[in-house]
DNA sequence: ATACAACTTCAAGCCAACTTGAAGTCAACA
DNA sequence: TGTTGACTTCAAGTTGGCTTGAAGTTGTAT
C-alpha cells in the first residue's frame, strides 16, 4: 500500500488528478491512514490503461465503463470489439493524415488544392465525416 | 461564394460552429450580403482539413498555427514533421492498445496481470508517459 | 408594403477535465 | 507538548470547444 505522493511520483499524475479520479470512480484506494489515501500498486497499472485510453481520445466515462469501475475490470466485450474497430478506423485516419502532412512538406504543386495526391487525402477525410 | 447554410450543409457542421470558427480565425469568409456572411468554396476544403486535425487530437490553436490562419496555409516545415512524428507515435500507441483490446477479449489469464502480453501492452503504454 | 425565414451580434451557459485555494487534520519529530 | 508539513475536504475557478437565447436586420415572396 502506498501513499499518493508515491503512487503521484510512480505515475506521473498530480495528487489533484489522483483525487478526481478517485471521486469519479476510475481508480479507487483500499484505506486509509489517519486521513490519507492509500493504494495498492496495482492502480499503477489502471493509471496507465487511463492514459492510453486517454490517448487514443475516450472520454473518461467511456474509460471506465471500458475497464470497469470496480477492483476488477469488468469487460464487456461488445463493447471493446466496438472499441477496436473504431481503433482501427481511427488508426487508418491519423495514417492519411501523417502521410498528407509528409507529402504537403515536399509537394510541389501550386496550391494544394491542384495537388491529386491531396485531394485524395481530402476525400479520404470528408468520407469520414459522413 | 456560398451562404453559411450551404456551408453547413456541405460541411456538416452546425451554422454556430462555422460562426465560433471564422472568429478564432481558422476560417474566413469573404464578405457580405446584406448582413450574411458569403464564404469561398475552398472553405470546405479547410473544414476538413480541421476536422482531420481534431480527430488526430490537436487542439484548434495547434491546427491554426499548422494550416495558417490566413487564406493560404502557412506551412511550417519543421513544424508539419514534428507533427508527423507525433502521428508516427500516436498511430504506434494505438495500434498497441487496439491490439491490446483485441487481445483481452480472448485471453484465458485469471487476471490480466498475470498475462504477459498484457503485461507488455502496458510496459508500451508507460513507456510513453515517461 | 409587409411579413417571414434566415440570417446577424453578443452574452451567457454548458460539459469535460482538471487546478487552485482556504481551512482543517494528523503523525512524527524536536 | 507543540509546531511543522504533508495530507485532507469542499467550493470555486479555468480552459477548450462549443451551443443557446434574446433581440435586431435583412432579401425575397406575396
Redesign the interface.
Do not use: F, N, Y
Given at each position: 500500500m502506498i501513499d499518493i505522493s508515491e503512487l503521484s511520483r510512480r505515475?506521473?499524475f498530480p495528487a489533484s488528478k489522483l483525487r478526481y479520479y478517485e471521486e469519479i470512480g476510475l481508480i479507487r484506494s483500499s484505506g486509509r491512514k489517519g486521513l490519507k489515501r492509500l493504494y495498492e500498486e496495482?492502480v499503477t497499472?489502471r493509471l496507465?490503461?487511463i492514459?492510453?485510453?486517454q490517448?487514443?481520445?475516450f472520454p473518461l466515462a467511456e474509460i471506465r465503463a471500458l475497464i470497469g469501475a470496480e477492483g476488477?475490470?469488468a469487460?464487456d466485450?461488445a463493447a471493446?470489439?466496438q472499441?477496436?474497430d473504431a481503433?482501427?478506423d481511427?488508426?487508418k485516419?491519423?495514417?492519411?493524415?501523417?502521410d498528407?502532412?509528409?507529402h504537403?512538406?515536399t509537394c510541389s504543386a501550386e496550391?494544394?488544392?491542384d495537388c491529386p495526391r491531396f485531394r485524395r487525402i481530402?476525400r479520404v477525410?470528408?468520407k469520414?465525416?459522413?
Open positions: 505515475s506521473g496495482e497499472v496507465a490503461l492514459s492510453l485510453g490517448s487514443a481520445g476488477r475490470p469487460l466485450r471493446l470489439a472499441k477496436a481503433l482501427d481511427q488508426i485516419q491519423l495514417t492519411v493524415l501523417r498528407g502532412i509528409r504537403i512538406m496550391s494544394h488544392l481530402m477525410a470528408l469520414r465525416r459522413t
